[in-house]
């Protein structure tokens, strides 16, 4: 598994010559966020699709 420096490294080298310094700071953010999600999803820490709806909608289980 490849570090986080390592990974920055690899997107960096992906983008064009061209990103400004707003470009690599928002792919970098948008990776992180991608495997933090990746993270909760493999330990279980997600909200079924059905409760968020609910949650959302703000009516009272089995309403």
Not at 3 to 20: G, N
Not at 30 to 57: C, D, F, N, W
Request: net charge positive; hydrophobic share 35%; glycine share 6%.
């Amino acid at each position: 598994m490849a570090t986080p420096k390592q990974t920055a490294k690899d997107l960096i080298e992906h983008l064009p010559d061209q990103a400004s310094w707003n470009d690599i700071m928002y792919e970098l953010y948008v990776k992180q966020k991608i495997e933090a999600g990746l993270k909760a999803v493999a330990e279980g820490r997600t909200v079924p699709h059905e409760e968020v709806k609910r949650r959302l909608m703000g009516k009272k289980q089995g309403a």
